[in-house]
């Protein structure tokens, strides 16, 4: 059974900075895609940032693109980690984050500006607040 557990949710003043991790466990030897989503109440959840294990590119929602921007996915396969390291935090970063993992052979194609909005992983996590005061 897939878990990911996250940790380094809280509150922090407008353009802090923050520290996700996620611990992954239960996925089959191989390659899948991490990821972090969040949710504001009443509304959709959004994709934040995507990264594949078997190497390539993340793939950041901000920028439409890999390259970083006020956000920094990192991922550990030996370690089965993925951290989402956010900075310049804004009030309407405000959300629960989710990290999730997805272990369909096609993922790393949901990494992309044409399929990011509508990845759908495979398992979440719980998800961990975050509060941007401003």
């Known amino acids: 059974q897939v878990r990911l557990d996250e940790s380094g949710g809280g509150s922090v003043e407008t353009g802090g900075s923050l520290t996700l991790s996620c611990v992954v466990s239960g996925l089959a030897y191989g390659d899948y895609c991490l990821g972090w989503f969040r949710q504001v109440p009443g509304q959709s959840r959004e994709a934040v940032a995507g990264?594949?294990?078997?190497?390539?590119?993340?793939?950041?929602?901000e920028t439409g693109s890999s390259k970083r921007g006020r956000f920094t996915i990192l991922q550990d396969k030996a370690k089965n980690t993925v951290s989402l390291h956010m900075s310049s935090l804004k009030p309407e970063d405000s959300a629960r984050y989710y990290c999730a993992a997805d272990w369909k052979l096609e993922c790393p194609h949901s990494l992309s500006w044409r399929t990011f909005g509508k990845w759908e992983p495979t398992d979440w996590g719980q998800g961990t607040e975050i509060t941007v005061s401003s």
């Open positions: 990264v594949w294990t078997g190497g390539g590119s993340p793939y950041y929602a």
